[in-house]
């Protein structure tokens, strides 16, 4: 006999749970949306030759814990 969608679902979110996991939702700007690239673009060109973000992005490669990370 097989399951319906709601009952495989319920396992699943059952067995994650015993795992010692939880959901968890949240909202991410979508990509797809027409406009999304250009203004991507028209952003990093913005902090392009900025000095701030340079000490920044130089700061996080020296702090970044990234041993092991493929």
Do not use: N
């Amino acid at each position: 006999m097989s399951h319906s969608v709601r009952d495989r679902v319920s396992s699943y979110r059952a067995r994650m749970r015993r795992a010692g996991l939880r959901p968890v939702q949240i909202w991410v700007p979508d990509t797809r949306r027409p406009g999304f690239a250009e203004e991507c673009r028209r952003q990093s060109f913005m902090l392009h030759d900025d000095r701030q973000e340079a000490d920044l992005a130089d700061w996080l490669d020296q702090v970044a814990d990234d041993d092991g990370w493929q």
